[in-house]
């Protein structure tokens, strides 16, 4: 039988995704099923203070929010500096770092909680100090 090259064969459960940081960017690290590779997607650090900011001001006191309560086409993610939207792709990839800090908790498809209440943007930040800059060149 011949050997699987390691860029072929599906990766341990829990191995993707993975996240670094590389100077002011957050950069994703994925698994493919379809290509069977890895690929890569990053978000400036201000999309992940745009993304803390709007959920604190679009989800209150609720304990539970929909994704489309924070963002969605008709209520994208503004950056706090310039007044630029965020791109959506960033705003998923912020999200998906905020799920696996365990900022924000998912409860089922697109329903999340805040896990550390009202200090999200302390959580965000002492998070974001946590975080691995990367080693590997992309």
Do not use: C
Request: charged share 30%.
């Amino acid at each position: 039988m011949a050997a699987t090259s390691r860029s072929r064969r599906s990766p341990a459960k829990g191995e993707y995704p993975k996240f670094y940081r590389r100077g002011d960017q957050l950069v994703k690290v994925g698994w493919s099923k379809k290509e069977r590779e890895e690929y890569v997607h990053k978000a400036p650090r201000r999309a992940l203070d745009a993304l803390a900011m709007t959920m604190a001001q679009r989800t209150h006191d609720r304990k539970r929010f929909s994704v489309d309560t924070v963002f969605d086409a008709t209520h994208p993610l503004i950056d706090g500096h310039d007044g630029s939207e965020i791109p959506g792709y960033q705003a998923y990839v912020a999200l998906a770092w905020f799920k696996q800090a365990g900022i924000v908790t998912h409860h089922a498809r697109g329903e999340y909680s805040v896990t550390n209440g009202s200090h999200l943007a302390d959580a965000v930040a002492a998070s974001w100090q946590k975080l691995p800059e990367e080693s590997v060149a992309r």
